[in-house]
C-alpha cells in the first residue's frame, strides 16, 4: 500500500517548483531636503506612496520647491533596492512640474507676465537605515531638472496706429544637486 501511495505522488513532487512567491506591499515616503544650484540652495518637500514587489517600489507623488520658481512637481516615482540586506537603492522620478504664485517684476509697458512648468525629473542614489518592523530612515543624493517657461509681453507706445504687443518668452531648463532624508513606512 505504501508503494502505491508513493507512485501516485512521485508525479507531483516531479513537477513542483521550487520558486520564491513574488513578495508584495506598500510603502509612503516623506522626504526634505536641500537643491544647490547656479544661484542658490533652497529647500525641497516630498511625499510618494505606492506598492512594492521584490526589490522594486513603484508609486506616484507631489513635492514642493522653491528654487528660483516656487512649483509643484507631479511624478511617478521608482525605486530599486540593492544589496543583501537591500540597504542600498537607485531611485528615478518624472512628470510635470507646476507653477505656484511667484512674485513678479513691476517693469515699464509691460500688460502681461505669465509662468508655464514643464518636465520634472529627479535621480539618484541612497541607503537607508532599518528603525524597526516597517520604518527606515533613508539619506540619497541625486541630479534634479525641472524647466519652466517665462513670457513677458510689453506695449510700448507707437505713434503710427495699432502696434504689435512685443512677446518676450524665456525657457529655464533648471539643472540642480539634491541631497535629502526620507523616513518610509511600510514593507
Known amino acids: ?46 511625499l510618494s506612496g505606492g506598492i512594492v514587489r521584490n526589490r522594486h517600489f513603484a508609486g506616484i507623488g507631489v513635492g514642493y520647491e522653491k528654487y528660483r520658481f516656487n512649483s509643484y512637481p507631479v511624478f511617478a516615482n521608482w525605486q530599486m533596492d540593492f544589496g543583501k540586506k537591500r540597504i542600498g537603492f537607485l531611485y528615478a522620478s518624472g512628470g510635470y512640474n507646476f507653477l505656484g504664485h511667484n512674485k513678479q517684476e513691476n517693469e515699464f509697458y509691460k500688460t502681461g507676465d505669465r509662468l508655464k512648468g514643464g518636465f520634472y525629473m529627479d535621480a539618484g542614489m541612497g541607503y537607508r537605515i532599518r528603525l524597526g518592523m516597517f520604518s527606515r530612515l533613508s539619506f540619497s543624493a541625486g541630479y534634479t531638472r525641472k524647466d519652466v517657461r517665462h513670457i513677458k509681453t510689453f506695449a510700448y507706445p507707437c505713434f503710427t496706429g495699432d502696434c504689435p504687443d512685443n512677446i518676450n518668452e524665456f525657457k529655464y531648463s533648471l539643472g540642480r544637486m539634491v541631497a535629502k532624508m526620507s523616513w518610509e513606512l511600510g514593507y
Do not use: C, H
Open 1 to 46: 500500500m505504501r508503494y502505491i501511495i508513493l507512485a501516485l505522488f512521485f508525479p507531483i513532487s516531479l513537477f513542483a517548483q521550487n520558486k520564491k512567491a513574488a513578495v508584495y506591499g506598500w510603502r509612503v515616503i516623506t522626504s526634505a531636503g536641500l537643491i544647490a544650484g547656479e544661484s542658490d540652495t533652497r529647500p525641497v518637500f516630498q
